[in-house]
Structure formats: C-alpha cells, structure tokens
C-alpha cells in the first residue's frame, strides 16, 4: 500500500460509466460534462485518515476519510449522499447510499501502474481506468 500513496493516476479508459451515473441520479447536462472531463486521483495517508485528491479543470476536491466511518459527500450536480469508505490492502471498498434510496458500490483497486475502479448500481457495472503517471 506504501507505494501507492501520493502517486498521481490519470483517467485513461471508462465503460458504461453513463449508465451508471443515470442510475445514482445525476442529471443529464452533468453526467454529459464528467464523461468529457479530464480528471486525475491521488491517495495520501495522514494519521488514521485518508485523503482522496481528485482533480479536474474546474475544482480540486479533497475527500477526507476514516476507513469505516460513515460521512456525507456531494455529488457533482450537488445533492447529497452518506459514503462509507474501508481500506483493505490496495483496494478501498465505498459504498455509497443517496436519498432516493439508490445504493451503489465503488472498488479502487490501486496499482503501481494503474487504478481501477469498479462502480456498481442495481445490475448495472461501469469500469474507469486510470494510469499512474507523473508530472514532474
């Protein structure tokens, strides 16, 4: 897990990642800007915390977290949702409960070389890569 903290990951591949945001309730002007967005994740360790970086040309968000603890996040047309995150090796397991009583499920499955994440809602499976890069 070590060698992956602080490591940057750009957004390479997705598969069905629409579908998967209709699902959640994501409205169809934002769900049309964040398949076109150029976006990169990094994970850093502070303590007993985590923070999820997340990049993209309109904001920096930071998403910090205790494995296990539940707390609120925002989606990105800004409604509200409860997100639990545990870290389990190189993977984080989230899941994630909006209130119009949807649950999904989100796996990063962090690498050296990649991030996966595996986004799942009712039947429905999407699938983001991303490639560890670095901008120096």
């Excluded at 945001?21 to 769900?31: D, F, K, N, T």
Aim: charged content about 25%; some cysteine.
């Amino acid at each position: 897990m070590e060698a992956i903290f602080g490591k940057k990951y750009k957004f390479e591949a997705s598969q069905n990642f629409a579908s998967y945001m209709e699902a959640i309730g994501i409205s169809p002007l934002m769900r049309k800007i964040a398949q076109g967005m150029p976006i990169y994740f990094e994970l850093r360790e502070e303590g007993d915390d985590y923070i999820i970086r997340s990049v993209t040309p309109f904001q920096d968000i930071l998403v910090r977290f205790t494995s296990g603890i539940e707390f609120e996040q925002r989606t990105i047309d800004d409604k509200i949702y409860k997100t639990t995150i545990t870290v389990d090796g190189n993977t984080l397991h989230e899941t994630q409960k909006y209130g119009n009583g949807v649950t999904a499920t989100v796996d990063w499955v962090f690498c050296e070389e990649q991030m996966k994440m595996v986004m799942k809602v009712g039947d429905i499976v999407a699938t983001r890569i991303y490639r560890a890069f670095n901008d120096e």
